[in-house]
């Protein structure tokens, strides 16, 4: 069975105070940060809970699995894809999703500018940086950032918004919020020096999920990515991404 609606917004409501007391601390305004539901492997009233709850947005890992629950969810929301993007999926993925924050390379730059532009639209994006250098983890080296985004900036069809990033696990509580907190002003640092280089915005820094969005909030994060705070522990067997 999957938890009702009330058990949703008690839990929402706790995460929504657990930002606003990192807002606090971190000398921030509380209401600044969004809260992006991430509904992967859970079924699409996890999708219509978010809208009914009021949140904009929610993330999908898969473009599949995206498409078809978008498609029996009828509630107004926003469908971010925050998981690895295939290259022969890509044009799938800017038809079906409001934005993409997982684009890293630069051959997906010019497939869902191609598409988009079939499309007739303007795709937003976020460029996934690999900014705590996880072997692990997709995303763009720190070092390939500045050419990932002189290349997006020039698609006609794209709109980088900003940054997004996962930070590495640690062997122990206190080595994952040290690698949290190393890879999230990282981020920050990154988006500094390349907001001020290339004289864009790049607002939105995609930082913090359920066990470290306190650290992302104190370090600049725009919108936390949170599945297990409101949905409760995935199936780990539906939750690989691709
Ligand atoms: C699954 C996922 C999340 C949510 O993680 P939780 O720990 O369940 O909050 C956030 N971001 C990305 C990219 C994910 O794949």
């Known amino acids: 069975m999957f938890i009702t609606y009330e058990e949703f917004a008690q839990r929402a409501d706790g995460i ?18 969004e809260l992006l ?20 947005g929610v993330g999908e890992n898969r473009v599949q699995e995206g498409i078809e629950k978008r498609a029996q ?9 925050i998981g690895h993007l295939q290259t022969n999926k890509a044009k799938l993925a800017a038809t079906h999703f409001d934005r993409i924050q997982s684009v890293d390379r630069e051959k997906l730059l010019n497939q869902l ?3 988009a532009t079939e499309a007739n639209r303007i795709l937003p994006i976020l460029l ?3 900014a705590g250098n996880d072997p692990a983890k997709f995303g ?4 390939d950032a500045p050419r990932l985004l002189e290349t997006a900036l020039l698609k006609k069809n794209l709109r980088v918004d900003g940054l997004m990033t996962i930070a590495p696990l640690g062997v122990d509580a206190a080595t994952t919020a040290d690698h949290a907190a190393r890879t999230f002003n990282t981020l920050r640092g990154l988006r500094d020096d390349l ?11 995609s930082m ?17 990515r949170v599945g297990t705070a409101l949905y409760g522990a995935r199936d780990v067997t539906a939750a690989t991404a691709g």
Request: aromatic share 4%; net charge positive; charged share 20%.
């Open 73 to 81: 969810v009828a509630a107004t929301i926003r469908w971010e894809l």
């Open 140 to 143: 763009a080296d720190l070092a």
């Open 128 to 130: 996934q940086i690999n």
């Open 37 to 56: 539901a991430v509904t992967k492997t859970h079924p699409a009233a996890a999708v219509e809970y978010a809208a009914k709850y009021g949140l904009c």
């Open 113 to 115: 500018d191609r598409a």
């Open 16 to 33: 929504r105070a657990r930002i606003d007391s990192a807002c606090r601390t971190a000398g921030r305004a509380t209401g600044t940060i």
């Open 208 to 224: 913090g999920m359920t066990g470290d969005l306190e650290i992302a909030v104190a370090t600049g994060s725009t919108l936390v």
């Open 195 to 205: 907001a001020a280089r290339f004289g864009v915005a790049l607002r939105e820094l």
